[in-house]
């Protein structure tokens, strides 16, 4: 299973067709303790790169950018309820939104595990 990675600290796994999106482990260090979490409702669409969700921590307030155009199929509700979970599987159970793929070819610019790895290591 693939997973790609943004310069803005998202993540994509795609399952069949569905791109399962969240943010990095990079990113939720970054932040600190999340204590809030929105995310849109499932039908909203959204362009590559468009604001998608809001994450705010103790340290700040932060947007979550849509890493693939598409349209949601289903927003992560136990992360509005539990915002924290994020802190602990950012890039496993604590995923944001599953989206319908609208262009798959937007995958192929992002960053693989090792480069994403390296661009953190330049951060």
Do not use: C
Not at 64 to 70: D, F
Not at 74 to 92: C, H, K, L
């Amino acid at each position: 299973m693939t997973v790609k990675y943004t310069k803005e600290h998202e993540w994509v796994r795609v399952e069949g067709g569905v791109a399962v999106i969240g943010i990095t482990e990079h990113a939720a260090g970054a932040l600190g303790d999340i204590v809030f979490v929105e995310l849109p409702e499932a039908g909203k669409a959204f362009k590559q790169n468009g604001e998608m969700a809001v994450v705010e921590s103790v340290k700040a307030a932060s947007d979550v950018y849509a890493p693939v155009t598409g349209e949601v199929v289903e927003a992560n509700g136990s992360i509005v309820d539990d915002p924290a979970s994020v802190n602990a599987d950012p890039e496993g159970a604590a995923w944001f939104v599953k989206m319908k793929l609208a262009n798959p070819s937007e995958l192929d610019a992002m960053m693989d595990k090792a480069a994403y790895d390296a661009f953190v290591e330049t951060l």
